[in-house]
Every structure is written in structure tokens, then in C-alpha cells.
């Protein structure tokens, strides 16, 4: 079984600053890689960011140069610092991780249960 387990979501005043984090836990292999994605109601999810075991980074157009994505030592973590939020960024935001569990040889996408982040004008 794979868990992960979000915290940091919030209200915000437009401006402001959130920082995400989400850990996954399990009989895990290896991770590829993590990131977040958003959902705004109304709207289809959509890529935030994403790092890879290596470090390298992406960033979707509209938070370059706002949102930094990172990973903890473990690397079994991942964070999103979001600033100058703007109402906007209004949305459920998703972690996710690539993974391969120690009972298979695939890899395979694993969700978080999402975080309300609400960016007030």
C-alpha cells in the first residue's frame, strides 16, 4: 500500500505565501520523480510542477518565477513554496509520485488526496 499525505494547504491573502508538502510512505522501491497538480472548480487539472530524482525541475508558465518545487533529503518528499499567490491559483492541489514498489518491477503514478488552497483578493 502507498499513502500520501498532504499538509500546508490554507487561505491566503492575494500577495501571500503558502508552502506545500506531501510525503509518500509504502513498501517503496524507488521514485522517479513528484509534483503537483491543481484543480480549479470547473476546470480540468492541470500541471503545476514536477522534479525527478536528479533534481530537474518544471514549471508550468503561469507560476514561473512564483512556485519552487523541492525535495527533502529522504526523497520521499516533496515541496511546493508558493508566492505572490494570486486568486487564481485557487484550487485543489494534488501531489503526486512515480513509483515502483518493492512487489513490482513497474512504475506507476500515485495520487494524494488533495489540499484546498484559497487565495483571497
Known amino acids: 500500500q502507498v499513502q500520501l499525505v498532504e499538509s500546508g494547504g490554507g487561505l491566503v491573502q492575494a500577495g501571500g505565501s503558502l508552502r506545500l508538502s506531501c510525503t509518500a510512505s509504502?513498501?517503496?522501491?524507488?521514485?522517479?520523480?513528484m509534483g503537483w497538480y491543481r484543480q480549479a472548480p470547473g476546470k480540468q487539472r492541470e500541471l503545476v510542477a514536477t522534479?525527478?530524482?536528479?533534481?530537474?525541475?518544471m514549471y508550468t508558465d503561469s507560476v514561473k518565477g512564483r512556485f519552487t518545487i523541492s525535495r527533502g533529503n529522504a526523497k520521499n518528499t516533496v515541496y511546493l513554496q508558493m508566492n505572490d499567490l494570486k486568486p487564481e491559483d485557487t484550487a485543489v492541489y494534488y501531489c503526486n509520485a512515480d513509483l515502483t514498489l518493492y512487489s513490482s518491477r513497474h512504475t506507476y503514478r500515485y495520487w494524494g488526496q488533495g489540499t484546498q488552497v484559497t487565495v483571497s483578493s
Open positions: 522534479i525527478t530524482s536528479g533534481g530537474s525541475t
Open positions: 509504502g513498501s517503496i522501491s524507488s521514485i522517479n520523480a
